[in-house]
Nanobody, 118 residues
Framework: QVQLVESGGGLVQFGGSLRLSCEASGIIFSTYHMGWYRQAPGKERELVALIGRFSSTTYADSVEGRFTISRDNAKNMTYLQMNSLKPVDTAVYYC????????????WGQGTQVTVFS
């Protein structure tokens, strides 16, 4: 069974930093695109960052320059380094793995809460 295990969420002050981690098992990790999404209360889920099989990256405009997505294929790990956090970043953050075959082979972590207070 595919499993994505997230860690690193928590409570952080305005301007602070957190690093989210996602460890995948049950997939050939290097063949999957990895992503981080978030959902704030009353809002739709939104893409935060993507990293492709060959480490190309895409960021939402709202986090560009503040967040960095990375991956370590040897460890089956994906990370989201979040700096200069703002209260608007408060959300549940979800790790996603998507096969090169498309969204029919897509898996999610259970989410981790990030709360930024001012």
């Amino acid at each position: 069974q595919v499993q994505l295990v997230e860690s690193g969420g928590g409570l952080v002050q305005f301007g602070g930093s957190l690093r989210l981690s996602c460890e995948a098992s049950g997939i050939i990790f290097s063949t999957y695109h990895m992503g981080w999404y978030r959902q704030a209360p009353g809002k739709e889920r939104e893409l935060v960052a993507l990293i492709g099989r060959f480490s190309s990256t895409t960021y939402a405009d709202s986090v560009e320059g503040r967040f960095t997505i990375s991956r370590d294929n040897a460890k089956n790990m994906t990370y989201l380094q979040m700096n200069s956090l703002k209260p608007v970043d408060t959300a549940v953050y979800y790790c996603n793995a998507e096969s090169a075959l498309g969204p029919l082979l897509s898996y999610w972590g259970q989410g981790t809460q990030v709360t930024v207070f001012s």
